[in-house]
Protein backbone atom coordinates (compact mmCIF):
# COMPACT_ATOMS: atom_id res chain seq x y z
CA UNK A 1 0.00 0.00 0.00
CA UNK A 2 0.90 3.83 -0.64
CA UNK A 3 0.95 6.94 1.26
CA UNK A 4 0.96 9.54 -1.06
CA UNK A 5 -1.03 10.16 -3.81
CA UNK A 6 -0.21 12.38 -7.47
CA UNK A 7 -2.05 12.17 -10.66
CA UNK A 8 -2.03 9.75 -12.85
CA UNK A 9 -0.25 11.55 -15.38
CA UNK A 10 2.61 11.09 -12.91
CA UNK A 11 3.17 7.44 -14.50
CA UNK A 12 5.61 9.09 -16.87
CA UNK A 13 8.00 10.51 -13.97
CA UNK A 14 9.10 6.96 -12.91
CA UNK A 15 12.64 6.75 -13.67
CA UNK A 16 14.52 4.02 -15.54
CA UNK A 17 16.60 2.56 -12.91
CA UNK A 18 14.01 2.49 -10.55
CA UNK A 19 11.45 0.08 -13.02
CA UNK A 20 14.41 -1.94 -13.70
CA UNK A 21 14.78 -2.89 -9.81
CA UNK A 22 11.15 -3.26 -8.98
CA UNK A 23 10.60 -5.42 -12.01
CA UNK A 24 13.99 -8.08 -10.15
CA UNK A 25 12.24 -7.77 -6.73
CA UNK A 26 8.72 -8.77 -8.72
CA UNK A 27 10.42 -11.63 -9.78
CA UNK A 28 11.53 -12.25 -6.28
CA UNK A 29 8.10 -11.93 -4.70
CA UNK A 30 6.68 -14.13 -7.82
CA UNK A 31 8.93 -17.31 -6.75
CA UNK A 32 8.45 -16.73 -3.07
CA UNK A 33 4.57 -16.20 -2.83
CA UNK A 34 4.18 -19.29 -4.77
CA UNK A 35 4.58 -21.70 -2.04
CA UNK A 36 1.50 -22.73 -0.47
CA UNK A 37 -0.26 -26.20 -0.61
CA UNK A 38 -2.09 -27.70 -3.35
CA UNK A 39 -6.06 -28.26 -1.89
CA UNK A 40 -5.29 -26.06 0.64
CA UNK A 41 -7.26 -24.19 3.06
CA UNK A 42 -9.11 -21.35 1.37
CA UNK A 43 -9.10 -17.55 2.51
CA UNK A 44 -11.12 -15.86 4.47
CA UNK A 45 -13.30 -12.86 2.57
CA UNK A 46 -11.99 -10.52 5.37
CA UNK A 47 -8.54 -11.97 4.69
CA UNK A 48 -8.48 -11.10 1.06
CA UNK A 49 -9.98 -7.77 1.56
CA UNK A 50 -7.33 -6.89 4.05
CA UNK A 51 -5.20 -7.17 0.98
CA UNK A 52 -6.61 -4.51 -1.19
CA UNK A 53 -5.84 -0.81 -1.57
CA UNK A 54 -7.16 1.89 0.18
CA UNK A 55 -9.26 4.12 -2.12
CA UNK A 56 -7.71 7.44 -2.88
CA UNK A 57 -4.13 6.56 -2.27
CA UNK A 58 -2.85 4.65 -4.82
CA UNK A 59 -2.36 6.41 -7.83
CA UNK A 60 1.33 7.10 -7.83
CA UNK A 61 3.93 4.73 -9.64
CA UNK A 62 7.03 4.84 -7.82
CA UNK A 63 7.13 1.47 -6.22
CA UNK A 64 5.50 -0.41 -9.19
CA UNK A 65 6.04 -2.26 -11.98
CA UNK A 66 3.84 -2.14 -14.66
CA UNK A 67 2.38 -5.55 -14.46
CA UNK A 68 1.31 -4.63 -11.05
CA UNK A 69 0.13 -0.87 -12.08
CA UNK A 70 -2.15 -2.98 -14.54
CA UNK A 71 -3.22 -5.49 -11.38
CA UNK A 72 -3.75 -3.96 -8.40
CA UNK A 73 -5.11 -0.13 -9.28
CA UNK A 74 -8.43 -1.09 -9.70
CA UNK A 75 -10.26 1.45 -7.61
CA UNK A 76 -12.72 3.81 -8.57
CA UNK A 77 -14.09 2.96 -11.98
CA UNK A 78 -16.04 3.58 -14.79
CA UNK A 79 -16.80 0.84 -16.91
CA UNK A 80 -17.85 1.20 -20.49
CA UNK A 81 -19.17 -1.79 -23.27
CA UNK A 82 -19.29 -1.58 -27.13
CA UNK A 83 -22.79 -3.84 -27.66
CA UNK A 84 -22.85 -4.91 -31.34
CA UNK A 85 -25.62 -7.14 -31.55
CA UNK A 86 -28.94 -8.51 -29.68
CA UNK A 87 -31.41 -6.69 -27.17
CA UNK A 88 -30.67 -4.13 -24.68
CA UNK A 89 -31.16 -6.46 -21.84
CA UNK A 90 -28.32 -8.16 -23.38
CA UNK A 91 -25.96 -5.42 -23.39
CA UNK A 92 -27.30 -4.46 -19.51
CA UNK A 93 -26.52 -8.28 -18.92
CA UNK A 94 -23.74 -7.75 -19.89
CA UNK A 95 -22.34 -4.30 -18.22
CA UNK A 96 -24.11 -5.84 -14.75
CA UNK A 97 -21.57 -8.61 -14.72
CA UNK A 98 -18.85 -6.45 -15.53
CA UNK A 99 -19.62 -4.39 -12.69
CA UNK A 100 -19.92 -7.74 -10.57
CA UNK A 101 -16.71 -8.52 -11.79
CA UNK A 102 -15.16 -5.03 -11.08
CA UNK A 103 -16.47 -4.99 -7.62
CA UNK A 104 -14.96 -8.86 -7.16
CA UNK A 105 -11.76 -7.16 -8.29
CA UNK A 106 -12.33 -4.61 -5.13
CA UNK A 107 -13.01 -1.82 -7.43
CA UNK A 108 -15.75 0.99 -6.71
CA UNK A 109 -17.91 1.01 -9.17
CA UNK A 110 -19.02 4.80 -10.33
CA UNK A 111 -20.57 5.23 -13.54
CA UNK A 112 -21.36 2.73 -16.70
CA UNK A 113 -21.84 3.31 -20.75
CA UNK A 114 -22.54 1.65 -23.34
CA UNK A 115 -21.82 2.27 -27.03
CA UNK A 116 -24.27 0.89 -29.64
CA UNK A 117 -21.85 0.00 -32.80
CA UNK A 118 -21.80 -2.67 -35.55
CA UNK A 119 -17.89 -3.18 -34.01
CA UNK A 120 -15.54 -2.02 -31.68
CA UNK A 121 -13.64 1.22 -33.02
CA UNK A 122 -10.08 -0.61 -33.98
CA UNK A 123 -8.36 2.74 -32.47
CA UNK A 124 -10.23 3.12 -29.67
CA UNK A 125 -12.66 0.93 -29.14
CA UNK A 126 -15.73 3.36 -28.34
CA UNK A 127 -15.94 5.68 -31.04
CA UNK A 128 -13.85 9.11 -30.88
CA UNK A 129 -16.81 11.05 -29.99
CA UNK A 130 -17.80 8.49 -26.98
CA UNK A 131 -14.24 8.58 -25.74
CA UNK A 132 -14.50 12.10 -25.63
CA UNK A 133 -17.63 11.60 -23.32
CA UNK A 134 -15.39 9.26 -21.27
CA UNK A 135 -12.70 11.49 -20.49
CA UNK A 136 -15.51 13.98 -19.16
CA UNK A 137 -16.79 11.29 -17.25
CA UNK A 138 -13.73 10.14 -15.90
CA UNK A 139 -12.90 13.80 -14.83
CA UNK A 140 -16.81 14.03 -13.30
CA UNK A 141 -16.58 11.09 -10.82
CA UNK A 142 -12.62 11.19 -10.01
CA UNK A 143 -12.67 7.90 -11.32
CA UNK A 144 -9.39 6.45 -11.93
CA UNK A 145 -9.35 3.37 -13.76
CA UNK A 146 -11.93 2.56 -16.94
CA UNK A 147 -13.11 -0.80 -17.71
CA UNK A 148 -14.12 -1.83 -20.97
CA UNK A 149 -16.17 -5.03 -21.68
CA UNK A 150 -14.17 -6.85 -23.81
CA UNK A 151 -10.74 -7.53 -25.16
CA UNK A 152 -8.23 -4.83 -26.39
CA UNK A 153 -5.80 -4.88 -28.75
CA UNK A 154 -2.72 -3.34 -27.06
CA UNK A 155 -3.41 -0.55 -29.91
CA UNK A 156 -6.65 0.09 -28.79
CA UNK A 157 -5.75 0.61 -24.97
CA UNK A 158 -2.87 2.49 -25.83
CA UNK A 159 -5.19 5.11 -27.69
CA UNK A 160 -8.16 5.11 -25.35
CA UNK A 161 -5.73 5.52 -22.19
CA UNK A 162 -3.99 8.71 -24.36
CA UNK A 163 -7.57 9.92 -24.62
CA UNK A 164 -9.38 9.31 -20.91
CA UNK A 165 -5.74 9.62 -19.38
CA UNK A 166 -6.42 7.96 -16.75
CA UNK A 167 -5.86 3.60 -17.33
CA UNK A 168 -7.90 1.38 -19.06
CA UNK A 169 -7.91 -2.34 -18.29
CA UNK A 170 -9.99 -4.68 -20.51
CA UNK A 171 -11.98 -7.60 -19.18
CA UNK A 172 -9.49 -9.72 -19.91
CA UNK A 173 -6.97 -7.82 -17.45
CA UNK A 174 -9.79 -7.66 -14.85
CA UNK A 175 -10.43 -11.50 -14.38
CA UNK A 176 -6.88 -12.01 -14.80
CA UNK A 177 -6.68 -9.83 -11.71
CA UNK A 178 -9.72 -11.13 -9.54
CA UNK A 179 -7.77 -14.98 -10.59
CA UNK A 180 -4.70 -12.98 -8.96
CA UNK A 181 -5.97 -12.14 -6.02
CA UNK A 182 -8.15 -15.19 -5.20
CA UNK A 183 -5.66 -18.46 -6.49
CA UNK A 184 -4.51 -19.86 -3.59
CA UNK A 185 -2.77 -23.38 -4.38
CA UNK A 186 0.95 -22.94 -5.39
CA UNK A 187 -0.14 -24.12 -9.16
CA UNK A 188 -3.20 -21.97 -9.39
CA UNK A 189 -0.88 -18.86 -8.40
CA UNK A 190 1.98 -19.80 -10.95
CA UNK A 191 -0.70 -20.21 -13.65
CA UNK A 192 -2.59 -17.26 -12.80
CA UNK A 193 1.08 -15.14 -12.81
CA UNK A 194 1.67 -16.77 -15.99
CA UNK A 195 -0.89 -15.63 -17.86
CA UNK A 196 -0.47 -12.59 -16.68
CA UNK A 197 2.49 -12.29 -18.07
CA UNK A 198 1.78 -13.37 -21.18
CA UNK A 199 -1.16 -11.14 -21.56
CA UNK A 200 0.92 -8.12 -20.90
CA UNK A 201 4.01 -8.73 -22.69
CA UNK A 202 2.41 -7.00 -25.70
CA UNK A 203 1.05 -4.34 -23.78
CA UNK A 204 3.87 -2.83 -21.71
CA UNK A 205 3.98 0.57 -23.04
CA UNK A 206 7.20 1.84 -21.44
CA UNK A 207 7.33 3.77 -18.95
CA UNK A 208 9.67 7.06 -18.96
CA UNK A 209 7.92 7.85 -22.04
CA UNK A 210 5.08 10.47 -22.48
CA UNK A 211 1.53 9.25 -21.84
CA UNK A 212 0.04 11.49 -24.28
CA UNK A 213 2.98 11.03 -27.04
CA UNK A 214 1.43 10.85 -30.29
CA UNK A 215 1.82 7.11 -31.36
CA UNK A 216 3.27 5.89 -34.42
CA UNK A 217 0.46 4.36 -36.80
CA UNK A 218 0.67 1.15 -37.84
CA UNK A 219 0.58 -2.62 -36.64
CA UNK A 220 3.26 -1.75 -33.30
CA UNK A 221 1.21 -1.04 -31.56
CA UNK A 222 2.43 0.65 -27.97
CA UNK A 223 5.47 -0.50 -29.32
CA UNK A 224 5.19 1.69 -31.88
CA UNK A 225 7.15 4.60 -30.31
CA UNK A 226 10.49 5.19 -31.20
CA UNK A 227 13.33 6.29 -28.68
CA UNK A 228 15.31 5.72 -25.36
CA UNK A 229 12.13 3.97 -24.20
CA UNK A 230 12.29 1.24 -26.78
CA UNK A 231 15.38 -0.49 -25.01
CA UNK A 232 13.64 -0.43 -21.96
CA UNK A 233 10.71 -2.30 -23.29
CA UNK A 234 13.46 -4.84 -24.88
CA UNK A 235 14.82 -5.43 -21.68
CA UNK A 236 11.48 -5.69 -19.91
CA UNK A 237 10.01 -8.02 -22.22
CA UNK A 238 13.13 -10.00 -22.06
CA UNK A 239 13.07 -10.52 -18.60
CA UNK A 240 9.42 -11.43 -18.41
CA UNK A 241 9.61 -14.49 -21.19
CA UNK A 242 12.47 -15.53 -19.32
CA UNK A 243 10.65 -15.56 -16.41
CA UNK A 244 7.55 -17.14 -17.68
CA UNK A 245 10.42 -19.87 -19.37
CA UNK A 246 10.85 -20.35 -15.66
CA UNK A 247 7.54 -20.70 -14.86
CA UNK A 248 6.22 -22.80 -17.27
CA UNK A 249 9.05 -25.64 -16.28
CA UNK A 250 7.78 -24.95 -12.88
CA UNK A 251 4.35 -25.70 -13.70
CA UNK A 252 5.22 -28.96 -15.73
CA UNK A 253 6.48 -29.96 -12.70
CA UNK A 254 3.45 -29.27 -10.17
CA UNK A 255 1.45 -30.63 -12.86
CA UNK A 256 3.45 -34.32 -12.56
CA UNK A 257 3.06 -33.96 -8.97
CA UNK A 258 -0.63 -33.80 -9.29
CA UNK A 259 -1.11 -36.36 -12.52
CA UNK A 260 1.22 -39.02 -10.20
CA UNK A 261 -2.29 -38.53 -7.60
CA UNK A 262 -5.06 -38.26 -9.72
CA UNK A 263 -3.55 -41.69 -11.39
CA UNK A 264 -3.27 -43.05 -7.66
CA UNK A 265 -7.39 -42.71 -7.05
CA UNK A 266 -7.89 -43.69 -10.60
CA UNK A 267 -5.92 -47.17 -9.73
CA UNK A 268 -8.12 -47.60 -6.26
CA UNK A 269 -10.92 -47.00 -8.83
CA UNK A 270 -12.41 -44.94 -7.02
CA UNK A 271 -14.84 -43.00 -9.47
CA UNK A 272 -14.53 -39.29 -9.60
CA UNK A 273 -17.39 -36.89 -10.03
CA UNK A 274 -16.61 -32.95 -11.39
CA UNK A 275 -18.64 -29.42 -10.49
CA UNK A 276 -18.46 -27.66 -13.15
CA UNK A 277 -20.39 -24.58 -14.20
CA UNK A 278 -20.74 -20.88 -14.49
CA UNK A 279 -19.14 -18.62 -11.75
CA UNK A 280 -21.24 -17.91 -8.80
CA UNK A 281 -23.20 -20.82 -9.78
CA UNK A 282 -23.31 -22.42 -6.22
CA UNK A 283 -20.89 -25.11 -7.03
CA UNK A 284 -18.96 -24.87 -3.82
CA UNK A 285 -22.51 -24.82 -1.94
CA UNK A 286 -23.51 -27.82 -3.77
CA UNK A 287 -20.20 -29.19 -2.80
CA UNK A 288 -20.38 -28.44 1.13
CA UNK A 289 -24.19 -30.10 0.51
CA UNK A 290 -22.97 -32.96 -0.59
CA UNK A 291 -20.17 -33.69 1.75
CA UNK A 292 -20.65 -31.49 4.41
CA UNK A 293 -17.01 -29.84 3.80
CA UNK A 294 -16.30 -26.73 4.34
CA UNK A 295 -15.10 -24.82 1.12
CA UNK A 296 -15.28 -20.84 0.94
CA UNK A 297 -18.86 -19.70 0.06
CA UNK A 298 -19.54 -16.46 -0.54
CA UNK A 299 -21.34 -14.32 -3.31
CA UNK A 300 -18.71 -12.81 -5.48
CA UNK A 301 -17.30 -14.03 -8.81
CA UNK A 302 -14.37 -16.46 -8.52
CA UNK A 303 -14.75 -17.61 -5.47
CA UNK A 304 -13.24 -20.79 -5.91
CA UNK A 305 -10.16 -20.92 -8.07
CA UNK A 306 -8.19 -24.04 -6.90
CA UNK A 307 -10.01 -27.35 -7.12
CA UNK A 308 -11.03 -28.92 -3.84
CA UNK A 309 -11.53 -32.82 -3.94
CA UNK A 310 -13.51 -34.46 -1.34
CA UNK A 311 -14.59 -37.66 -0.85
CA UNK A 312 -18.14 -38.58 -0.67
CA UNK A 313 -20.33 -41.39 -0.16
CA UNK A 314 -23.63 -42.66 -2.36
CA UNK A 315 -26.55 -43.37 -0.51
CA UNK A 316 -25.76 -46.88 -1.51
CA UNK A 317 -22.48 -46.73 0.11
CA UNK A 318 -19.74 -46.51 -2.53
CA UNK A 319 -16.65 -44.25 -2.31
CA UNK A 320 -16.35 -41.40 -5.00
CA UNK A 321 -14.25 -38.40 -5.02
CA UNK A 322 -16.26 -35.00 -5.81
CA UNK A 323 -14.02 -32.16 -7.35
CA UNK A 324 -15.10 -28.26 -7.01
CA UNK A 325 -13.92 -26.59 -9.71
CA UNK A 326 -12.73 -22.56 -11.30
CA UNK A 327 -16.09 -21.09 -12.35
CA UNK A 328 -16.48 -20.52 -16.03
CA UNK A 329 -17.40 -17.33 -17.33
CA UNK A 330 -18.15 -15.82 -20.87
CA UNK A 331 -15.64 -15.07 -22.79
CA UNK A 332 -13.05 -16.40 -20.36
CA UNK A 333 -10.22 -15.43 -21.74
CA UNK A 334 -7.77 -17.36 -23.81
CA UNK A 335 -5.00 -17.37 -21.39
CA UNK A 336 -7.08 -18.70 -18.80
CA UNK A 337 -8.68 -21.75 -20.32
CA UNK A 338 -4.87 -22.54 -21.38
CA UNK A 339 -3.74 -21.81 -17.16
CA UNK A 340 -6.87 -23.32 -15.95
CA UNK A 341 -6.34 -26.30 -18.10
CA UNK A 342 -5.18 -28.40 -14.90
CA UNK A 343 -8.91 -27.41 -13.59
CA UNK A 344 -10.68 -28.34 -16.77
CA UNK A 345 -8.16 -31.88 -17.28
CA UNK A 346 -10.03 -32.35 -14.08
CA UNK A 347 -13.05 -32.54 -15.44
CA UNK A 348 -12.33 -33.79 -18.35
CA UNK A 349 -11.20 -37.30 -16.61
CA UNK A 350 -13.79 -37.51 -14.31
CA UNK A 351 -16.22 -39.95 -14.53
CA UNK A 352 -19.58 -37.39 -14.26
CA UNK A 353 -19.58 -33.84 -14.50
CA UNK A 354 -22.64 -32.31 -12.44
CA UNK A 355 -23.21 -29.03 -14.49
CA UNK A 356 -24.69 -26.29 -12.27
CA UNK A 357 -26.40 -23.32 -13.40
CA UNK A 358 -27.97 -20.78 -11.50
CA UNK A 359 -31.64 -21.02 -12.09
CA UNK A 360 -32.78 -17.80 -10.65
CA UNK A 361 -29.55 -15.79 -13.22
CA UNK A 362 -31.63 -13.64 -15.96
CA UNK A 363 -30.04 -15.23 -18.71
CA UNK A 364 -29.30 -19.64 -17.89
CA UNK A 365 -28.95 -20.78 -20.87
CA UNK A 366 -26.01 -18.64 -22.20
CA UNK A 367 -24.25 -19.84 -18.98
CA UNK A 368 -24.64 -22.88 -20.39
CA UNK A 369 -23.79 -22.50 -23.74
CA UNK A 370 -20.68 -20.85 -21.94
CA UNK A 371 -20.02 -23.69 -19.85
CA UNK A 372 -20.30 -26.14 -22.70
CA UNK A 373 -17.93 -24.39 -25.12
CA UNK A 374 -14.83 -24.57 -22.67
CA UNK A 375 -15.76 -28.29 -21.42
CA UNK A 376 -15.35 -28.85 -25.76
CA UNK A 377 -12.30 -26.74 -25.79
CA UNK A 378 -11.06 -28.84 -22.74
CA UNK A 379 -12.04 -31.97 -25.05
CA UNK A 380 -14.42 -32.98 -22.42
CA UNK A 381 -17.42 -33.80 -24.36
CA UNK A 382 -17.19 -37.70 -23.84
CA UNK A 383 -17.79 -37.46 -19.89
CA UNK A 384 -21.57 -37.75 -19.17
CA UNK A 385 -23.31 -34.71 -17.78
CA UNK A 386 -26.06 -34.17 -15.24
CA UNK A 387 -27.34 -31.01 -15.63
CA UNK A 388 -27.84 -29.09 -11.64
CA UNK A 389 -30.26 -26.09 -12.14
CA UNK A 390 -29.43 -24.71 -8.56
CA UNK A 391 -31.24 -22.08 -6.55
CA UNK A 392 -34.84 -23.44 -7.11
CA UNK A 393 -35.91 -21.75 -4.18
CA UNK A 394 -35.23 -18.21 -5.83
CA UNK A 395 -35.53 -19.55 -9.19
CA UNK A 396 -38.66 -18.26 -10.85
CA UNK A 397 -40.48 -21.85 -11.43
CA UNK A 398 -41.41 -21.30 -15.19
CA UNK A 399 -38.21 -20.97 -15.65
CA UNK A 400 -37.09 -23.93 -14.21
CA UNK A 401 -39.63 -25.36 -16.11
CA UNK A 402 -38.51 -24.20 -19.24
CA UNK A 403 -34.78 -25.68 -18.37
CA UNK A 404 -35.88 -29.00 -17.38
CA UNK A 405 -37.48 -29.01 -20.57
CA UNK A 406 -34.65 -28.68 -22.44
CA UNK A 407 -32.42 -30.17 -20.93
CA UNK A 408 -33.21 -33.87 -20.75
CA UNK A 409 -31.04 -34.43 -18.17
CA UNK A 410 -31.41 -31.93 -15.03
CA UNK A 411 -32.92 -31.64 -12.26
CA UNK A 412 -33.61 -28.95 -9.40
CA UNK A 413 -32.16 -28.47 -6.59
CA UNK A 414 -31.16 -25.79 -4.09
CA UNK A 415 -28.27 -26.34 -2.07
CA UNK A 416 -29.05 -23.61 0.12
CA UNK A 417 -32.73 -25.30 1.79
CA UNK A 418 -31.89 -29.08 0.50
CA UNK A 419 -34.21 -29.16 -2.04
CA UNK A 420 -33.47 -32.10 -4.48
CA UNK A 421 -30.56 -32.87 -2.68
CA UNK A 422 -31.44 -36.70 -2.04
CA UNK A 423 -32.51 -36.94 -6.01
CA UNK A 424 -29.29 -35.85 -6.98
CA UNK A 425 -27.68 -38.12 -4.89
CA UNK A 426 -29.15 -41.28 -5.97
CA UNK A 427 -28.97 -39.73 -9.93
CA UNK A 428 -25.54 -39.92 -9.34
CA UNK A 429 -25.29 -43.36 -7.79
CA UNK A 430 -26.85 -44.80 -10.60
CA UNK A 431 -24.75 -42.73 -13.27
CA UNK A 432 -21.01 -43.61 -11.51
CA UNK A 433 -19.87 -46.63 -13.75
CA UNK A 434 -20.31 -49.61 -12.09
CA UNK A 435 -16.88 -52.22 -11.07
CA UNK A 436 -16.26 -54.39 -13.56
CA UNK A 437 -16.08 -57.95 -11.97
CA UNK A 438 -18.63 -59.51 -10.09
CA UNK A 439 -17.29 -61.93 -7.18
CA UNK A 440 -19.26 -64.22 -5.10
CA UNK A 441 -17.02 -65.27 -2.05
CA UNK A 442 -16.55 -67.04 1.48
CA UNK A 443 -14.01 -63.98 3.03
CA UNK A 444 -12.88 -65.73 6.82
CA UNK A 445 -13.88 -63.41 9.00
CA UNK A 446 -9.87 -63.12 10.32
CA UNK A 447 -9.69 -60.81 6.43
CA UNK A 448 -12.53 -58.12 7.76
CA UNK A 449 -11.09 -55.39 6.11
CA UNK A 450 -11.92 -57.02 2.85
CA UNK A 451 -15.42 -56.98 3.24
CA UNK A 452 -14.76 -53.41 4.34
CA UNK A 453 -13.02 -52.30 1.12
CA UNK A 454 -15.83 -54.34 -0.86
CA UNK A 455 -18.18 -51.87 0.77
CA UNK A 456 -16.23 -48.94 0.24
CA UNK A 457 -15.23 -49.46 -3.43
CA UNK A 458 -17.85 -52.06 -4.62
CA UNK A 459 -21.36 -52.74 -5.32
CA UNK A 460 -22.45 -55.58 -2.54
CA UNK A 461 -25.03 -57.39 -4.35
CA UNK A 462 -25.74 -59.70 -1.00
CA UNK A 463 -24.06 -60.51 1.82
CA UNK A 464 -24.63 -63.78 4.84
CA UNK A 465 -23.06 -64.66 7.48
CA UNK A 466 -21.87 -68.27 7.88
CA UNK A 467 -19.87 -70.05 10.34
CA UNK A 468 -16.87 -69.78 8.37
CA UNK A 469 -16.97 -66.15 6.96
CA UNK A 470 -18.53 -63.82 5.14
CA UNK A 471 -20.28 -65.13 1.99
CA UNK A 472 -20.25 -61.99 -0.09
CA UNK A 473 -21.64 -61.21 -4.10
CA UNK A 474 -20.95 -58.13 -4.91
CA UNK A 475 -19.32 -56.05 -7.79
CA UNK A 476 -15.66 -55.00 -7.25
CA UNK A 477 -12.65 -53.75 -9.48
CA UNK A 478 -10.11 -56.10 -11.12
CA UNK A 479 -7.87 -55.82 -8.42
CA UNK A 480 -9.98 -56.14 -5.54
CA UNK A 481 -11.79 -59.25 -7.32
CA UNK A 482 -8.18 -60.78 -7.54
CA UNK A 483 -7.02 -59.68 -3.75
CA UNK A 484 -10.69 -61.43 -3.01
CA UNK A 485 -9.96 -64.64 -4.68
CA UNK A 486 -6.78 -64.75 -3.12
CA UNK A 487 -7.68 -64.96 0.27
CA UNK A 488 -11.00 -66.27 0.19
CA UNK A 489 -12.67 -69.08 -0.92
CA UNK A 490 -14.42 -68.80 -4.32
CA UNK A 491 -18.42 -69.16 -3.53
CA UNK A 492 -20.08 -72.48 -4.74
N1 LIG B 1 -30.84 -18.65 -3.07
C1 LIG B 1 -29.85 -19.51 -3.22
N2 LIG B 1 -28.58 -19.07 -3.20
C2 LIG B 1 -27.58 -19.97 -3.37
C3 LIG B 1 -27.86 -21.36 -3.56
N3 LIG B 1 -26.67 -21.98 -3.71
C4 LIG B 1 -25.71 -21.04 -3.62
N4 LIG B 1 -26.25 -19.82 -3.41
C5 LIG B 1 -25.54 -18.56 -3.24
O1 LIG B 1 -24.87 -18.24 -4.44
C6 LIG B 1 -23.62 -17.60 -4.17
C7 LIG B 1 -22.50 -18.31 -4.86
O2 LIG B 1 -22.30 -19.58 -4.29
P1 LIG B 1 -20.94 -20.39 -4.46
O3 LIG B 1 -21.21 -21.78 -3.95
O4 LIG B 1 -19.78 -19.63 -3.91
O5 LIG B 1 -20.83 -20.42 -6.06
P2 LIG B 1 -19.67 -21.01 -6.97
O6 LIG B 1 -20.32 -21.56 -8.18
O7 LIG B 1 -18.80 -21.93 -6.18
O8 LIG B 1 -18.91 -19.68 -7.34
P3 LIG B 1 -17.38 -19.47 -7.80
O9 LIG B 1 -16.51 -20.36 -7.00
O10 LIG B 1 -17.21 -18.04 -7.50
O11 LIG B 1 -17.34 -19.77 -9.26
C8 LIG B 1 -23.50 -17.57 -2.65
O12 LIG B 1 -23.94 -16.32 -2.18
C9 LIG B 1 -24.45 -18.67 -2.20
O13 LIG B 1 -24.93 -18.44 -0.92
C10 LIG B 1 -29.22 -21.79 -3.56
O14 LIG B 1 -29.56 -22.96 -3.72
N5 LIG B 1 -30.17 -20.83 -3.40
MG1 LIG C 1 -16.87 -21.82 -5.72
Not at 36 to 56: C, F, H, K, W
Not at 91 to 102: K, M, R, V
Not at 204 to 221: A, F, T
Not at 454 to 464: N, Q, T
Request: a negative charge; charged letters at 30%; one cysteine or more.
Amino acid sequence: MTSSSSLPQDRQSLPDSLRADALMEEDVAWSHEIDGERDGEQYDRSERAALRRVAGLSTELEDVTEVEYRQLRLERVVLVGVWTSGSVQDAENSLAELAALAETAGALVLDGVVQRRDKPDPATYIGSGKAQELRDIVLETGADTVVCDGELSPGQLIHLEDVVKVKVVDRTALILDIFAQHAKSREGKAQVALAQMQYMLPRLRGWGQSLSRQMGGGGGGGMATRGPGETKIETDRRRIREKMAKMRREIAEMKTGRDIKRQERRRNKIPSVAIAGYTNAGKSSLLNRLTGAGVLVENALFATLDPTVRRAETPTGRLYTLADTVGFVRHLPHHLVEAFRSTMEEVGDSDLILHVVDGSHPAPEEQLAAVREVIREVGAVDVPEIVVINKADAADPLVLQRLLRVEKHSLAVSARTGEGIERLLALIDTELPRPAVEIETLVPYTQGSLIARVHADGEVISEEHTEEGTLIKARVHEELAAELQRCGTAGD
